[in-house]
């Protein structure tokens, strides 16, 4: 029996013994890519049996996929649409990232046409950002011989803006990420739209189509705290851009049992990844309908699979009697989902508005402290509203909530500091 039990352990164990850290190129140090990587890196360290992931830091996403192809790491974090030097495979999608385009509050520069001629962080020579805004002012006529680049990372690229060393900064980060608030949050600088129209005939829908792993997006009004009273939020009206997702991927001969146990520790860790690093609530699985740069890897489909029964050998022939069915339905299911979705939109947009009415109030003028009390029994309202829809499901937990989120805490800091110094 001893003998049995040893045998067992072993054939249970035997693929976890000398099993070699897993690299992970995350890029630069201080960036989102970094901090996720790490953060996971050390769930995984504390966990029992967890897997032992090491980060190492690139100069970007050019490097980082370098190092999967020279055999140097087994995973990486890097921006879809990253050129690959061998055979890549996706694991997960990761957090969606924006282009925000910064200039001077006095600057001249209206639109990408008047960046001509001008100086403009880009990002690190081999960053993510570099890759998706070259190709970007090429599309609407800026080569890169119309600009003189800086090849700085997104900090620095703040830094020079504000003291007037360069005339524009591209940063490709998170909405909301520190180093946008830290920089907007001052007054000095503002954000610049790359078009007029966010919809199917807008100036980025047209970019999409040639580069189809981004998509137009909007940066909502007031996303971004101001740090002075006489600085209202930024920007002042929403933003066209466009963003990209990042991706965990890895090199294509990972072993499929390492890659489907390294994407269900990824989102086993989630939760608590979340609670440090906000991005990690935007790691999802892949949507059937969706295309990334990189094919599935077989090991991550094998967990996206998981539990799901054999359903098409056991009733194919019931369901070739209802694919003509199923065609029918699928262009009503498809409109009922853009419908339910947009409603959710409408429904976060009440509330935005009604929130925007109770700040227009705070901006006119002095208030008595029986209306500053008013004040925040109705955005305490707002918010335990918003948050019984979100339960109820008839609002998503995305990043136009999450602003919400912190519109509601700002104002209520706002109207406290009135009424404590009333």
Request: aromatic residues 8%; charged residues 25%; contains cysteine.
């Amino acid at each position: 029996m001893g003998i049995f039990r040893f045998g067992l352990v072993l054939i249970v164990f035997a693929p976890l013994i000398g099993a070699q850290p897993l690299r992970l190129a995350t890029g630069q140090a201080g960036g989102v890519y970094h901090e996720l990587g790490a953060g996971w890196a050390e769930l995984e360290g504390e966990a029992v049996g967890g897997i032992d992931i090491t980060p190492v830091m690139t100069a970007g996403s050019g490097e980082s996929m370098r190092m999967l192809g020279e055999n140097g790491c087994s995973l990486a974090i890097v921006q879809d649409g990253t050129a690959a030097d061998g055979e890549v495979r996706l694991l997960a999608p990761m957090h969606e990232e924006i282009v925000h385009v910064l200039v001077n509050s006095g600057s001249e520069v209206r639109n990408l046409e008047n960046l001509r001629g001008k100086r403009i962080a880009i990002g690190p020579a081999d960053s993510g950002t570099r890759q998706l805004v070259v190709p970007l002012f090429r599309h609407f006529g800026l080569g890169e011989g119309k600009y003189t680049p800086k090849f700085v990372g997104a900090k620095e690229a703040c830094r020079l803006l504000t003291v007037g060393e360069i005339d524009a900064a591209i940063v490709v980060t998170g909405l909301g990420a520190p180093v946008i608030r830290d920089a907007v949050s001052r007054g000095g600088l503002r954000f610049m739209s790359l078009g007029d129209d966010p919809g199917p005939g807008g100036v980025m829908a047209g970019f999409q189509a040639a580069y189809p792993f981004v998509r137009p997006v909007l940066i909502p009004r007031h996303a971004y705290p101001a740090e002075n009273e006489g600085t209202w939020a930024a920007p002042q009206k929403p933003i066209v851009s466009a963003a990209v997702r990042s991706l965990l991927v890895c090199r294509a001969d990972l072993p499929e049992r390492v890659a489907e146990r390294v994407v269900r520790s990824l989102f086993t860790d989630r939760g608590q990844l979340v609670q440090t690093h906000p991005a990690a609530a935007q790691i999802r699985e892949p949507r059937p309908d969706e295309s990334f740069g990189f094919p599935v890897h077989p090991g991550a489909e094998a967990y996206y699979r998981r539990g799901a029964p054999s359903f098409i050998e056991r009733y194919a022939e019931v369901l070739a009697l209802c694919i003509s069915l199923l065609i029918g339905l699928f262009g009503g299911l498809t409109a009922l989902r853009r419908w339910i979705e947009r409603r959710k939109k409408d429904r976060i947009d009440v509330f935005y508005g009604d929130l925007d009415s109770v700040l227009e109030r705070l901006r006119q003028g002095e208030l008595t402290r029986s209306e500053l009390t008013d004040a925040v029994d109705e955005v305490r309202r707002l918010r335990h509203a918003a948050f019984q829809m979100l339960i109820a499901e008839r609002l998503e937990a995305d990043e136009s909530f999450r602003i919400f989120q912190v519109m509601t805490s700002d104002c209520l800091y706002e109207i406290r500091e009135r009424l404590a110094n009333d």
